[in-house]
């Protein structure tokens, strides 16, 4: 692991993308959170972004191979400024890659059987019976801790 | 249930105070249909004041979030939700669909 | 707000599905929930579950009419049971409701661009360059607490 | 990263530790398709020993997911989940695509 580098109020890494330097680089921003006393979600945050603009620029601007590349964490006021950069082969369209369908449609959101939905989540056991003088009992558990 | 609303610039605001259940959701509805049928469509609803929400609420949650996205003329967007709110949202999936804000003015600015 | 009921280890609420009874027991719940002295989280998909169950029975156990709801909540173990209880119209279908669509099949979710979201969704700023070099620059900003 | 294995009665724990990212996620994918290929599709992956997953990761465990559940044959479970997993799987919503629990019993009794 590189020490963490400081220039004035910027810390930078620089290295190659080669076998193990998304680790090293995520030990680095470990450090620098800690530095930067930033809470725990957003290192996780930090971790997550700077972890897949590395992974794309090894992927993409170098296409898998080796080639360099420079972090740059600065704390200003309330923001953390981070910057990655590569000098790999550029393609002008990143901005326009499309969003991951992962939710659909709202059109298609359906909504028949919410209810029943939310108590089944809400609990660990149901059990729907009809009662012997008719009518209904819904007999629910719930584990605590 | 209270309802209030604000006249901003681009959105409008829109406070819930009390429950949202069966009993109370209807009013909401009215109330979020009213506001769309004066052509406002970019609609922040702070819900600070709501620690109960059925799924009849969600309900008309989100059918006011489908008007609203209509023709994507605007959006309902959220704000302030106490855990016990953010908890039922999770528990169904619906934090996905809404745009959701701790502070008010980060909601209706969002626009 | 009808007095916290207890017989023996069960508390009990009973009342007609009129007007405000949804926050009458929800009010219920909360006391119970406090006496028995289970987690926030727990309280929480408590009172879920049961105005879902409560709400059922008034809209379609009694279609809408006032009728005589039963709940009972007991804590055993590590367990809270608890039964919603109803007397009316028996339809034998419930459990055969079907789930709500929310989550799209697995076959459609397409995970072109998952990077990049992930980028978008763990910074408050994100901007894609290309640097004067050739390579690329991707800035990101991250506010504070 | 390390993979190990432990046969279940009716399911198989894969145990995972170290990093899931785009360098070693391909071992998890051939571990996964292995496994897969011995007919066991109900599989529990364990990943108390993983504390960063980038969508390299996220991948191989959804087309898993795909997978194992052709068919109605089987599952990919999830177990012991850190918090900043949790955090990951929420940030893009595979938390809705995938059971997942906090204990290995749990997730290996479930089927
Ligand atoms: N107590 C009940 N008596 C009869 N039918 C019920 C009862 N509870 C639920 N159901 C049936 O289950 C369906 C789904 O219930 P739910 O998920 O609560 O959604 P909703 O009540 O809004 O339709 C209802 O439409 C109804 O057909
Ligand atoms: N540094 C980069 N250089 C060139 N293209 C890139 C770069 N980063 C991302 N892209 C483009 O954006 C697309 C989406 O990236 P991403 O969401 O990370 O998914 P993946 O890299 O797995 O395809 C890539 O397929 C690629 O076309």
């Known amino acids: ?4 580098i400081k220039k ?10 080669r076998k193990g330097f998304l680790t090293e680089l995520s030990n680095f921003v470990e450090e620098v959170g800690k530095a930067l006393k930033v809470k725990e979600e957003e290192l ?12 794309n620029s090894q992927e993409h601007s170098y296409e898998g191979q080796r080639g360099r590349l420079r972090l740059e964490i600065l704390k200003d006021k309330g923001r953390i400024e ?3 950069t590569d000098w790999g082969k550029s393609s002008p369209d990143v901005e326009k890659v499309p969003e991951p369908k992962i939710v659909p449609d709202l ?5 028949e059987g919410l209810g029943m939905m939310m108590i089944r989540r809400a609990m660990d056991e149901v059990e729907f019976s009809i009662t012997s003088k008719g009518g209904h009992a819904v007999r629910m558990c719930k584990r605590i801790r | ?8 610039k681009r959105s409008t605001l829109i406070k819930v105070q009390g429950r949202l259940d069966m009993e109370t959701s209807p009013d909401l509805e009215k109330y979020l249909n ?16 709501v620690d109960y929400i059925s799924s009849a609420g969600l309900r008309v949650l989100v059918s006011g979030l489908k008007s609203a996205r209509r023709y994507n003329r605007g959006d309902v967007r959220l704000s302030s939700l106490s855990p016990r709110l953010k908890d039922a949202f999770h528990l169904v999936g619906f934090h ?7 502070k008010v003015e980060d909601a209706v600015g969002s626009f």
Chains 1, 3 share one sequence.
């Open chain 1, 1 to 4: 692991m590189p020490e963490t």
């Open chain 1, 8 to 17: 004035g109020k910027v810390f930078v890494w620089e290295g190659e993308t």
């Open chain 1, 44 to 55: 996780c945050d930090m971790q997550v972004a700077i972890g897949e603009a590395a992974a």
């Open chain 1, 82 to 84: 981070i910057c990655v």
């Open chain 1, 107 to 111: 059109a298609e959101v359906d909504l």
């Open chain 2, 1 to 8: 249930m209270e309802i209030s609303e604000k006249a901003y």
């Open chain 2, 34 to 49: 009213k506001v769309f049928k004066k052509g406002q469509y970019k609609v922040v609803v702070d819900l600070s004041g």
């Open chain 2, 96 to 102: 996905q669909l809404f745009q959701s804000f701790d």
